[in-house]
């Protein structure tokens, strides 16, 4: 069956650590990734994205992402975390041959304690 | 623009009684797509639309639930009868096309009693 998994459902760090959070997918073909992230009482936002070409990307706020596709993977870094980045961080992937449609992990809680 | 605009932001009704979410993408997108979050569920595609037609309502719980498309410029969900394990909240997302990045209403958070 089509899924998103991501790892790790709550994470806890102290400011400026580094943070991954892995997302690993089990679509075949042609597919599209994203991370968004959701701040406390907030709707989602974009923070990046990969639909082709350099499977580095980097997002807003530091964030960036690596595509291995491989390893059915989409993991998000940001090599030193602020308070502010306290949220939940969602990854969602479209595959072609699923019609398309949108599907999210079931998120990563993190906490970064200033 | 002023971006996906939901409404109400936030509803409490009585157990059995009908709810209609609305929603208005962003003009010129072509996708709209319809979620639900919970704690225990997470984020849950109920419908998607790609230029007004629904194209996967697969996620849809139970026949208690519809979703309709008139226009390029409004959606609506309806729950009729709503129960109490409909309490959400539900967002709505537009991209300008079915495989492009979703921007995401501000959702509505519905009790039900």
């Known amino acids: 069956a089509q899924s998103v998994s991501q790892h790790n459902h709550h994470v806890i760090l102290s400011e400026a650590a580094s943070l991954e959070l892995g997302c690993n997918y089990s679509?075949?073909?042609?597919?599209?990734l994203f991370w968004y992230v959701q701040y406390p009482g907030q709707h989602l936002q974009l923070l990046l994205k990969?639909?082709?070409?350099?499977?580095l990307v980097k997002g807003i706020k530091g964030f960036e992402a690596e595509f291995i596709k491989s390893k059915f993977s989409f993991n998000l870094r940001k090599p030193s975390v602020q308070w502010s980045d306290t949220a939940e961080y969602f990854c969602?992937?479209?595959?072609?041959?699923?019609?398309?449609?949108?599907?999210f992990g079931a998120g990563t809680i993190l906490r970064v304690k200033s | 623009d002023a971006g996906v605009i939901q409404s109400p932001r936030h509803e409490v009704t009585e157990m059995g009684q009908e709810v209609t979410l609305r929603c208005k993408p962003i003009?010129?997108?072509?996708?709209l797509f319809w979620y639900r979050q919970t704690m225990m569920r997470g984020l849950e595609l109920l419908i998607y639309?790609?230029?007004?037609?629904?194209?996967?309502d697969s996620g849809m719980p139970e026949d208690r639930f519809s979703a309709k498309m008139p226009n390029a410029s409004f959606s609506t969900l309806k729950i009729q009868p709503s129960e109490p394990r409909d309490s959400a909240v539900y967002f709505c997302?537009?991209?300008?096309?079915?495989?492009?990045?979703?921007?995401f209403g501000q959702g509505t958070r519905l009790t039900v009693v």
């Open positions: 969602a992937v479209n595959a072609l041959e699923y019609g398309n449609k949108l599907v």
């Open positions: 990969y639909f082709s070409g350099d499977p």
């Open positions: 639309f790609n230029n007004n037609v629904p194209i996967d």
């Open positions: 003009s010129g997108h072509n996708s």
């Open positions: 997302a537009s991209s300008l096309d079915i495989d492009t990045e979703a921007f």
């Open positions: 679509y075949g073909g042609t597919v599209n």
